[in-house]
DNA sequence: CTTTCTTTGTGAAATGAATCACAATGTGAA
DNA sequence: TTCACATTGTGATTCATTTCACAAAGAAAG
């Protein structure tokens, strides 16, 4: 009837609890909301029709991304861009303040584990795409599949993701293994010098302070999706009768 | 100089403003977290192993998801879900119990629309799955691709959609198209009598109140996750010196 | 030049979610 | 039977995020 945890002899009755992806942001470091939210601004903005006008107003940008006007004041707020109370923000210069803010100046290396039906799909959706996050190299166990080049990406056998790793200065991981195999191979990126996670193996990964992790949980949000199908006001159930 | 939206005649000030997928909860609905958590409950305490005790305490729960002890009971009083404060929690009771509240009695179905890369990994996943939530339909324009059968499920034309989604009764849509047509392929759904939305194009689906949008946003999630990983506690910052 | 707009930037307030903390519970050991 | 103790259930509290609401700014019209 013991429990694993001995209520921790000399700590504060509950854990300390990790809430998000990791541990608490240090100061000057945006929230998650704020960089998602950044995050979606600028695709929105860059991928507008080319006659637009080069300004946009808090309101009509809202509007872009099912946001609210007052809600994107306050994130570009964050980021201490502003614009002019008579013609709003200057889409050029905002794309540009929200790259400072979320790119690495130097580039950033992503590297894929798993190249099977997902892996495969998620590798062509990112060779389209900007030379400041790229998926540089994939990994799999299937020797069917190593050595050869999907997607412009080379496709390594898992033994060398430590060295390959290293050697690009990878900083991110993008899980599509089997959920037996995740929390293995995260920690094999970990130790290689992976700091962030994006995982969409069915299984939350554990691992320590200093890393970060994102659950792409697609069962969950399949759920979810069902559940407010269902329950949205005035929706009479999809129960029999 | 005049906005788009000239200050709503005689509304409020600024638009009452969607905050998630759809408009406020009606009572007794719970919230978009309580749902997801609920989800990755069920999925942790039904993957486990065979030999495994038929209880769990609160805090077992919580390692197992990543959560904390007292947010698991939190969660399991929402559903009105009880323990023994000696032996935790009855595994096979807390499973039925979370179906209770996610599951339709009845099943619910689902529709995919768009059979590229990613719709045919999804398709392949979700066949494997319970029958409460399945995949039952896929559409298409590409007629190298319709009136085929993918992974079990029947891929039609785009023009029958509406057909089959009324006389299957799906409420749910997942969008795999590209961006340019994912809103109007959500109209077409939405017309059709889909509720609840699970969009993967990188555009935000602008639907009346009474639908529910989930934005499975993976660049913005990767977005994220690089930025993370340069601005862990610690982290030097993947920059230039 | 002045008036009339609409919009920005931002403290203050409101809402929402997670955490704390502890009385109540009931089991197993003595 | 009684004691000791770890856990549940939950009101109260803290923390985070969103929304409100308004002063300040500046363009256009008269
Ligand atoms: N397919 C989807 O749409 C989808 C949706 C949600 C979640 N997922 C999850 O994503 C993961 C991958 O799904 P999938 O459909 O692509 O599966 P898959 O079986 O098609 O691909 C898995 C790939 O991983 C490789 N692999 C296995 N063990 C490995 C290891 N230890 N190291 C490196 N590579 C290894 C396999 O060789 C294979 O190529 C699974 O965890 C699945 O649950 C998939
Ligand atoms: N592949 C990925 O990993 C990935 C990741 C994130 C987001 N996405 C997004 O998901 C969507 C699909 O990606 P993909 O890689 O599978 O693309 P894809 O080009 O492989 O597949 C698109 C499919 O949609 C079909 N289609 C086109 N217009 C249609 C319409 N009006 N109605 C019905 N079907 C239509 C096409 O025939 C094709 O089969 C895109 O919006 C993409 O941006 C994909």
């Not at 303040?97 to 290396?109: K, M």
Request: proline share 8%; hydrophobic share 45%; net charge positive.
């Amino acid at each position: 009837m013991k429990p694993k945890q001995p209520t921790d002899l000399m700590a504060p009755p509950e854990r300390p609890a990790p809430v998000a992806g990791a541990a608490g942001r240090a100061p000057g470091v945006l929230s998650e909301k704020h960089v998602a939210r950044l995050s979606v601004y600028r695709r929105l903005l860059q991928d507008r029709p080319a006659g637009a006008p080069p300004e946009i107003y808090s309101h009509d940008l809202a509007a872009l991304s099912r946001s609210t006007a007052a809600q994107v004041r306050r994130d570009l707020m964050t980021i201490g861009f502003t614009g002019s109370p008579a013609r709003g923000y200057r889409i050029d210069q905002l794309i540009e303040a929200i790259g400072r803010t979320l790119d690495a100046p130097a580039g950033q290396g992503a590297a894929l584990c798993g190249v099977g039906n997902l892996g495969r799909a998620l590798l062509d959706y990112f060779t389209i795409w900007r030379p400041q996050l790229r998926i540089v190299a994939a990994f799999d166990t299937d020797t069917a599949k190593t050595g050869r080049v999907i997607h412009r990406c080379r496709v390594y056998p898992l033994a060398e993701l430590e060295a390959v790793v290293r050697a690009q200065g990878i900083s991110v991981g993008v899980i599509t293994v089997p959920a037996a195999s995740a929390q293995r191979v995260a920690e094999m990126m970990l130790a290689a010098g992976v700091r962030g996670f994006l995982n969409f193996a069915p299984t939350p990964l554990h691992l320590p302070d200093g890393a970060y992790v994102e659950e792409m949980d697609i069962t969950t949000s399949m759920e979810t999706v069902a559940y407010f199908a269902r329950h949205l006001p005035g929706a009479a159930a999809t129960e029999k009768p």
